[in-house]
């Protein structure tokens, strides 16, 4: 089988005949609108309307023949330029009619191009599955093999494209045509000035220029805008600017009988360019609840390649080892009382750091977008002209009560589950959520107020909780000195009071707490974490960390990766020696 001449039609103002009412037909109609055809719909009025395309017929968008398909319609419904011939005809029902065939035998006979679904024989041309970007349109075909595949195959090129080349391809295509234009300009006074016998002698009269010379220097510029499109980076055409395209063309118009770079400097720098890729970045990553075996690979690699990294408070020892030795950290040097402070503390060391064009790592315990903050500080830097990368993280509010054997639904006992705050704003308390016993609620950072929470979850107004509804207090998920506390609201207080706290905790309540685990008399205690202790066997000959740790060392660079050797807490705020 031949392959098929792959074209891009100009359709504006075309007539396409779209026969059915289905899904597919509203699509094929929404395409048709999208490159300025104009659609018209043939089908019975007893056909049922799928409810995109109804909209459009609302809107009278699309204009609907209610009757059957005729054969007429093909060379009655069209232009009056084109004999009222129709410009492409689309069935949607499928081949496997005698009505397809025929008409698909018509439109050969009259050549008006045929798309006739599910029967590729029958087709004169196949719809390309595109991305658009501007004037940049990529399409991908599978010649009717699977367009499903197509479809993937488009995303895979579309996913390798910089979001902004179709800016790139406009920009440089009006410095092409520009380009032409004050070539065909100079030209056209260069024929008046010769054929204006009384005009004189002119400023050039004694400058020979041949026409040979005129055509090599025409042949340089388009040779060289040639050449960057052919063989520059497409990121570094994607940070070409408006101000570049300006600046070309004055340089052009100034000197327009040699090359661009009439002085030896190129007017597009790619170094420049280059500068404007690499600008400063930052990167808000959840570093999960606090085993490093936790975190994700995109974190990883975050840590292992920023050149700063702002770590939360919280974010455990075992994390920050995996930080290379070379990387600077700062840690948010939050107390109570100097949470706004320390905040701005970090916008401002991100903000320098980045200015100078230095990749930036915002490291938060959990997740960056659960009660981390992380959306107030994407919007602090966007107002600063930076847009943060966010990767998420595990939260300890669904991990926790794993390790802790909990699991967060169960069928027949909770089929939801709510995440509250135990601490309003500036330590105000929050509305207490109402008692439902299939529910699962975690309450996160409440320990140090529980007294106050167990009460409005007993006292609520319309919904209460019963005292001997079963509870869990998880401290340090997933670390070495991990603790549960097994209990309920009626005992939490009391043990909590007698086996002290062990920030950062958790409070988990709801029946699923006794799926696992036997309800206790009172309470009971569970110290440590072995939640992933058989993955020490396995994968990496039972080096655990260690093996991670040697993959962040520079190879022919023999330093030893302990970050925790430049921390050092003084007076509650944390240091650290770069």
Not at 235 to 251: M, P, S
Request: glycine share 8%; aromatic share 4%; with cysteine.
């Amino acid at each position: 089988m031949a392959p098929a001449l792959l074209t891009a039609v100009d359709s504006t103002s075309h007539i396409h005949l779209i026969l059915g009412t289905n899904s597919l037909a509203g699509a094929r109609c929404a395409k048709s609108l999208e490159v300025g055809a104009i659609p018209i719909v043939i089908a019975p009025e007893s056909a049922h309307v799928h409810y995109g395309l109804a909209k459009r017929m609302e809107e009278h968008s699309i204009q609907w023949l209610k009757r059957e398909y005729q054969d007429g319609d093909l060379v009655s419904l069209g232009r009056e330029e084109v004999d009222n011939v129709v410009d492409a005809v689309y069935v949607t029902s499928g081949g496997r009619s005698a009505l397809a065939t025929h008409i698909s035998t018509s439109c050969r006979k009259f050549r008006i191009p045929v798309n006739v679904a599910d029967a590729p024989s029958l087709c004169t041309f196949t719809l390309l599955s595109t991305h658009n970007s501007g004037p940049l349109q990529v399409g991908v075909t599978t010649s009717g093999k699977g367009c499903k595949l197509a479809s993937r195959i488009r995303r895979e090129i579309a996913s390798a494209l910089p979001a902004d080349l179709g800016n790139a391809v406009e920009r440089l295509g009006t410095v092409r045509r520009r380009i032409w234009e004050q070539d065909h300009a100079a030209e056209a006074a260069n024929d008046m000035e010769a054929d204006d016998d009384e005009a004189g002698q002119s400023a050039t009269f004694n400058k020979l220029v041949t026409p040979s010379d005129a055509e090599a220097a025409k042949a340089r510029r388009m040779r060289w805008l040639a050449q960057i499109c052919e063989y520059w980076p497409l990121r570094r055409l994607a940070a070409i600017t408006d101000e570049d395209v300006d600046g070309i063309l004055q340089a052009y118009k100034h000197d327009s009988s040699i090359a661009p770079a009439a002085d030896g400097k190129p007017l597009l720098n790619p170094a420049v360019l280059d500068a404007r890729r690499n600008r400063g970045r930052i990167i808000l990553a959840g570093s999960g609840p606090g085993h490093p075996d936790l975190l994700t690979t995109a974190t990883l690699k975050a840590i292992r390649s920023a050149d700063l990294i702002l770590a939360d408070k919280l974010v455990p020892a075992p994390v920050l080892e995996l930080v290379p030795r070379r990387t600077p950290i700062q840690i948010a040097r939050k107390f109570p009382g100097n949470a706004d402070a320390a905040q701005e503390e970090l916008h401002r060391l991100g903000l320098e750091a980045m200015k100078e064009g230095q990749t930036v790592l915002r490291l938060k315990q959990g997740d960056p977008y659960l009660y981390g903050r992380g959306a107030e500080e994407v919007e602090f830097f966007r107002t600063h002209g930076y847009e943060a990368t966010v990767l998420p993280g595990i939260t300890s509010s669904l991990a926790a009560p794993l390790f802790a054997r909990i699991p967060a639904t169960h069928r027949s006992v909770s089929d939801q589950i709510l995440i509250c705050t135990g601490t309003g704003r500036k330590g105000a308390a929050p509305n207490p959520p109402a008692y439902l016993p299939n529910q699962t609620v975690v309450f996160l950072m409440a320990l140090h107020r529980l007294k106050e929470l167990t009460s409005s979850l007993t006292e609520h107004e319309t919904h209460p909780y019963p005292p001997s509804t079963p509870c869990a207090v998880i401290e340090r998920a997933s670390c070495p000195d991990q603790r549960v506390v097994r209990t309920t609201i009626e005992y939490v207080n009391a043990a909590v009071e007698e086996e002290g706290s062990r920030p950062p905790g958790l409070l988990v309540v709801g029946a699923v707490c006794e799926v696992l685990e036997k309800k206790p008399q009172k309470w009971v205690v569970e110290d440590g974490f072995q939640g992933l202790d058989v993955l020490e066997d396995l994968g990496d000959g039972g080096r655990g960390l260690d093996a991670l740790r040697e993959t962040l060392v520079t190879p022919g660079l023999e330093e030893t990766i302990d970050p925790l050797s430049r921390v050092s807490v003084t007076a509650g705020a944390v240091a650290v020696a770069v």
